[in-house]
């Protein structure tokens, strides 16, 4: 079955550590992006590739990386720089159209 | 202003009734809107896009563009419980490549 997998699907983070968020997509999308919900809220870009070992940082990337060294691969670290990182993250690629899919998200939770 | 707009509800309509969900953009040189349906605790799921001014069908959902007054709604007939649920409007600004920017979505209840 061709689509997106994120996992873990829930994941606790403790103070200062970093954590590595993984998405892993079999559609042969070219473009790939990590955005962020928080509760009641839409979705903020955090980081986004159009092409293998390229990226370019959305609207809220301070305390995130990401690297793109395969196509169907797109990780997410969340640094210890991040300060309030309890949130539904979540990992999608697209068409040329333009037309984004989602896996169905990591929750990472502070403890 | 934000970029994308919508009002956040929440809106409650019987079964068998039509919804209507509302967005607006602030960009006038966008060109692609998509509509996702999120239910909570899961991830969006893409159920409409359209590129073009004027109607778009596809079953009992319907999308509407007018990019002169830039909005973009969607109408969702004979509703029904399993549609409640976020609906997040999607639009791809201009001279943003292809991703998108999320307004914060209405939450939609159908009452049985």
């Known amino acids: 079955d061709g689509g997106i997998t994120q996992s873990p699907k829930y994941l606790f983070r403790k103070e200062g550590q970093n954590v590595t968020l993984s998405c892993e997509q079999n559609?042969?999308?070219?473009?790939m992006y990590w955005y962020r919900q928080d509760p009641g809220q839409g979705l903020r870009l955090i980081y986004y590739?159009?092409?293998?070992?390229?990226?370019q940082k959305g609207d809220i990337a301070e305390g995130y990386s990401v690297s793109r060294e395969k196509k169907e691969s797109f990780p997410l670290t969340v640094t210890s720089a991040q300060k309030n990182p309890t949130a539904f993250y979540l990992c999608?690629?697209?068409?040329?159209?333009?037309?984004?899919?989602f896996g169905q998200g990591t929750r990472l939770t502070v403890v | 202003q934000k970029e994308v707009e919508q009002n956040s509800g929440p809106l409650s309509v019987p079964e068998g009734a039509i919804a209507s969900l509302n967005c607006t953009y602030s960009?006038?040189?966008?060109?692609?809107f998509f509509w996702y349906r999120q239910y909570s605790g899961k991830s969006p799921e893409l159920i409409m896009f359209?590129?073009?001014?004027g109607d778009k069908e596809d079953g009992r959902f319907t999308a509407q563009l007018n990019k002169a007054s830039q909005y973009v709604s969607l109408l969702i007939r004979d509703s029904q419980p399993s549609d409640s649920a976020t609906y997040l409007c999607?639009?791809?600004?201009?001279?943003?490549?292809?991703?998108?920017?999320f307004g914060s979505g209405t939450q939609l209840t159908v009452l049985p």
């Open positions: 960009d006038r040189g966008s060109q692609s």
């Open positions: 559609l042969n999308h070219d473009a």
């Open positions: 590739s159009q092409i293998v070992n390229d990226f």
């Open positions: 999608a690629s697209s068409t040329r159209q333009g037309g984004a899919f």
């Open positions: 999607a639009v791809n600004l201009s001279g943003s490549a292809r991703q998108l920017t």
């Open positions: 359209i590129y073009s001014n």
